[in-house]
C-alpha cells in the first residue's frame, strides 16, 4: 500500500492552475508535517511548500511564492497545493512527503513517507 498518493496533475497552459491533492493512508497516517517536492528531468528533487501539523505555519520555496498555496484537511488527510500563474518552468514530477514531527520542513531528508508523484507539465 503506497503511503501517500497525489492526484491532480496535468497539461495546462502558462498562466493556468492545478490543484494538486495528496491522500495519506496506512503508516503515513501519522503524518503530521506535509510537504510537496518536485523533480524536473535532469535535475534534482527541490523543496515547494511545507505546512505544519495544525496549519498555522507554511514555508514555500522562493520560485513558487505569490503562485503557490499549500493547505490540508487532518480530517480527510490529506493535503493540497493549489498552483496558480503556472510558468513552463514548473514542469516537473510533484511529490507529497510526511513526517512524523509536526513542523514545517523544507529538507528531503526530514521527512519519512513519499508518494509516487504526479506529473505537472505547463505549456509555453
Known amino acids: 500500500q503506497v503511503p501517500l498518493v497525489e492526484s491532480g496533475g496535468g497539461l495546462v497552459q502558462a498562466g493556468g492552475s492545478l490543484r494538486l491533492s495528496c491522500v495519506a493512508s496506512?503508516?503515513?497516517?501519522?503524518?503530521?508535517?506535509m510537504g510537496w517536492f518536485r523533480q524536473a528531468p535532469g535535475k534534482e528533487r527541490e523543496f515547494v511548500a511545507a505546512?505544519?501539523?495544525?496549519?498555522?505555519?507554511?514555508d514555500y520555496a522562493d520560485s513558487v511564492k505569490g503562485r503557490f498555496t499549500i493547505s490540508r484537511d487532518n480530517a480527510k488527510n490529506t493535503v493540497y497545493l493549489q498552483m496558480n500563474s503556472l510558468k513552463p518552468e514548473d514542469t516537473a514530477v510533484y511529490y507529497c512527503?510526511?513526517?512524523?514531527?509536526?513542523?514545517?520542513?523544507?529538507?528531503?531528508?526530514?521527512?519519512?513517507?513519499w508518494g509516487r508523484g504526479t506529473q505537472v507539465t505547463v505549456s509555453s
Open positions: 512527503a510526511g513526517r512524523v514531527g509536526g513542523s514545517a520542513r523544507h529538507n528531503l531528508d526530514e521527512y519519512d513517507y
Open positions: 496506512g503508516r503515513a497516517s501519522s503524518s503530521r508535517g
Open positions: 505546512i505544519s501539523w495544525r496549519g498555522g505555519s507554511t
